[in-house]
């Protein structure tokens, strides 16, 4: 027997509509290409997005058409994600620093058929148009100079097709209809597109706003410092109007320590979710400019594991809450945040921070499970460590025209991350499988050698990785970056460090110190660049 519940789809617009009549005079802040400030209202936004649906109705663009993007965090990028999505096309949002291959590449493998870009990626954008056959249109975002970028002068200005189109009207079809496509980062083999749909996006939603997620409600005030051509901001686009929180843009300053610490202290900002190395920068400028943070109290920290000293700083310099959490493109992304339960919530000291520097617990959804080599499930104790595996109604059940299943079994999706799971269901990751640094067969965590030498004093930043060892098959070596005005022998400093704190046989071989550690596409320390940069063991050790 069916429920008599009435059966209306998830669709984002429902969202927007709910943003409108319920929040609609809430305020959208952006920082602009020229650094100044931007503001209006959910209402503003969102019918400039009706104008968006119709452009691309006037330029033809398909039914499940692609629509790229390379912007940065602003309401012209906001106006796009509804107004593409709402009006059955498919965003894509694409992230402008992977390399010129890996562009060309995802843009001819969606198929996009128009490009929005922001001016500062002309000269980009001049480049792979070259190499994109199926892109028909290129609109411009800001004010283009048509000097800035060669095979550019068809680009078509953004303003004047919304000023020159009627408000579109949004129509319901299937919750299935995909909705956004955002390519995995990929450090092997060509970048993978995951397919959101509006009922994932809309249940992802829901789930950002839970009180033990996120907790986006309408008092709140969110920066956005992730980007939004990484997993779509982390979801906040859509979850900031669905609750009516104000949603600030720090535009293209978003890793810029000064212009984030401003918008906090003027838009009275409560909360804000993004990756440890833009924190790191962002706590070293607070304490040179002795500045403290007092509207934030919360904040999601994920991406890569987040440092218990970042924690412990937030906490005690700023009583601001770290929200550890863990996710991936794959999942929309959030899978898991480090929410108290009645039983965590008055540890203090060193319980407490043993606590925080887990990744969490699944938020209502998805759901987890760890298994061994041979397939078999592993027991929540805390102890055993296996392969992690979700599924969920956000998480993607295969790649968008990609014949790679293996991921993919019976129903499950293996993350491709290692992990214990304790008996309250807190989740710790010890390593991204192909990171994990396997010495003499056994297994050595580089987050935890991480998190340790990062409690240092006299310590910035660090990565652990394995190199190769002619006896041992890997060795662990820790790549610092020092703080200013650290001791003179920190090497020895910081192996004796780690003596008491780990088996002796996990304690690195070697310390190397650089002045910054490379980073990702996606803002997080690149363990393969050094592991290719400091592979050659038998130099090294
Ligand atoms: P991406 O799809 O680029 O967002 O990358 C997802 C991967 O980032 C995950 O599979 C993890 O390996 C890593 N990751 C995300 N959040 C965390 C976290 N809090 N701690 C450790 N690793 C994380």
Request: aromatic share 8%.
């Amino acid at each position: 027997m069916n429920g008599l519940m009435m059966n209306m789809p998830l669709l984002i617009k429902n969202i927007a509509h709910h943003a409108e009549r319920l929040h609609g005079d809430r305020e959208i802040v952006s920082i602009t290409a020229d650094g100044a400030k931007h503001r209006y209202t959910f209402k503003d936004s969102m019918m400039r997005a009706r104008k968006v649906s119709t452009t691309l109705d006037n330029l033809g663009i398909s039914k499940f058409g692609r629509v790229g993007t390379l912007a940065w965090n602003s309401y012209k990028h906001l106006e796009l994600y509804y107004g593409v999505s709402c009006s059955e096309r498919v965003l894509h949002t694409i992230n402008p620093r992977l390399f010129e291959e890996q562009l060309v590449y995802i843009i001819n493998h969606a198929a996009d058929e128009v490009i929005f870009f922001e001016a500062m990626f002309s000269n980009l954008v001049s480049k792979l148009i070259l190499q994109c056959p199926n892109v028909r249109y290129l609109v411009c975002l800001d004010k283009f100079d048509q000097n800035n970028g060669r095979h550019l002068d068809q680009a078509m200005d953004y303003e004047m097709l919304i000023n020159d189109s009627e408000e579109g009207l949004w129509e319901d079809f299937s919750e299935e209809t995909a909705s956004g496509l955002c390519y995995t980062s990929g450090t092997t083999g060509n970048p993978k597109g995951v397919l959101y749909s509006h009922r994932s996006t809309v249940l992802h939603s829901y789930a950002v706003c839970l009180p033990d997620s996120a907790a986006l409600s309408a008092v709140d005030s969110v920066l956005t410092v992730v980007p939004m051509f990484h997993v779509n901001a982390w979801g906040y686009p859509y979850a900031a109007l669905m609750a009516g929180s104000k949603l600030v843009f720090p535009g293209h300053l978003l890793g810029d320590p000064k212009t984030l610490v401003d918008l906090i202290e003027s838009e009275d900002i409560t909360t804000a979710g993004g990756v440890p190395t833009v924190w790191h920068g962002l706590l070293s400028y607070l304490k040179q400019n002795k500045k403290k943070l007092d509207s934030l109290n919360r904040t999601v920290i994920g991406g890569s594991a987040c440092p218990p000293s970042m924690i412990k700083e937030f906490r005690e310099v700023h009583d601001v809450r770290v929200l550890h959490g863990w996710g991936m493109t794959e999942m929309s992304p959030i899978g898991l945040i480090n929410q108290d339960k009645d039983k965590t919530k008055n540890l203090s000291g060193d319980a407490f921070l043993s606590q925080a520097l887990k990744q969490g617990r699944p938020i209502p959804g998805v759901e987890i499970k760890i298994i061994d080599e041979n397939g078999n499930d592993l027991p929540w104790n805390g102890i055993d460590v296996g392969n992690l595996l979700v599924r969920g109604p956000w998480v993607c059940r295969s790649y968008y025209e990609e014949d790679v299943e293996a991921s993919f079994d019976n129903g499950w999706f293996d993350t491709g991350d290692i992990a214990s799971v304790d008996t309250n269901g807190y989740v710790l990751i010890t390593d991204r499988a192909k990171d994990i640094i396997k010495s003499g067969g056994e297994w050595i965590s580089s987050i935890e050698l991480e998190n340790i030498a990062n409690s240092h004093p006299d310590i910035e930043q660090s990565a652990v990785i394995g190199v190769h060892h002619p006896k041992w098959e890997e060795r662990p070596i820790l790549v610092a970056v020092r703080k200013k005005g650290a001791i003179k022998n920190l090497e020895k400093e910081l192996l004796d460090w780690f003596q008491d704190k780990v088996a002796k046989w996990w304690i690195p071989d070697k310390v190397i110190f650089i002045e910054q550690l490379p980073l990702t596409a996606t803002g997080k320390v690149s363990k393969l660049a050094l592991r290719a940069k400091y592979s050659q063991a038998n130099e090294i050790l």
